[in-house]
T-cell receptor, first 112, second 109 residues
Framework: KAGVTQTPRYLIKTRGQQVTLSCSPI?????VSWYQQTPGQGLQFLFE???????NKGNFPGRFSGRQFSNSRSEMNVSTLELGDSALYLC???????????FGPGTRLTVL | EDQVTQSPEALRLQEGESSSLNCSYT??????LFWYRQDPGKGPEFLFT???AGEEKEKERLKATLTKKESFLHITAPKPEDSATYLC??????????FGTGTRLKVLA
């Protein structure tokens, strides 16, 4: 069974631009969560989608948004990028029955 | 407030020197306790899920245990390839995932 995939793996953007990251969950998984990981803050929860609906949301500004499609694939968007948005963005999916999340390899975003 | 605390923050071991990592949790309605391994620049890799006090899981040199207040990840005779950050995560009754800050393990040859 294929794991969680994320594209692109690396991105370099400049301040003020916007970016869209994509995540494909494990086949059959209906829930996708997004996390931001930085050396200083560790893993921070952005939001979770289940069956195309946002189920939980973390404490991030409205510049961070996401959506989930009917095939469970998810995208997150960050508008008006700031230097502090440089981070590893992780996507995780889980089936629900075991609560176990499986993470993708991440997208490394660098904002210059 | 739900909280997960891991200790120590960093640990250096000689190859073959067994030790334990600690994860203390305060979570209302604990649904599950998870351990992950993360290598630099990569996504966390799932290791174990524990659901109830007294439960134990093993995989190669790793063994995870759970009590009502904490979980331990025991590493027996570690090798340099076990060097990584180990993350402890708890889920609450509201499907929230509470992450610890991790223990950075370095095993020296």
């Amino acid at each position: 069974k294929a794991g969680v995939t994320q594209t692109p793996r690396y991105l370099i953007k400049t301040r003020g631009q916007q970016v869209t990251l994509s995540c494909s969950p494990i086949s059959g998984h209906r829930s996708v969560s997004w996390y931001q990981q930085t050396p200083g803050q560790g893993l921070q929860f952005l939001f979770e989608y289940f069956s195309e609906t946002q189920r939980n949301k973390g404490n991030f500004p409205g510049r961070f948004s996401g959506r989930q499609f009917s095939n469970s694939r998810s995208e997150m968007n960050v508008s008006t990028l700031e230097l502090g948005d440089s981070a590893l963005y992780l996507c995780a999916s889980f089936a629900g029955s075991t609560d176990t999340q499986y993470f993708g390899p991440g997208t490394r975003l660098t904002v210059l | 407030e739900d909280q997960v605390t891991q200790s120590p923050e960093a640990l250096r071991l000689q190859e073959g020197e067994s030790s334990s990592l600690n994860c203390s949790y305060t979570v209302s309605g604990l649904r599950g306790l998870f351990w992950y391994r993360q290598d630099p620049g990569k996504g966390p890799e799932f290791l174990f899920t524990l659901y109830s006090a007294g439960e134990e899981k093993e995989k190669e040199r790793l063994k995870a245990t759970l009590t009502k207040k904490e979980s331990f990840l025991h590493i027996t005779a570690p090798k340099p390839e076990d060097s990584a950050t180990y993350l402890c995560v708890a889920t609450s009754g509201t499907y929230k995932y509470i992450f610890g800050t991790g223990t950075r393990l370095k095993v020296l040859a």
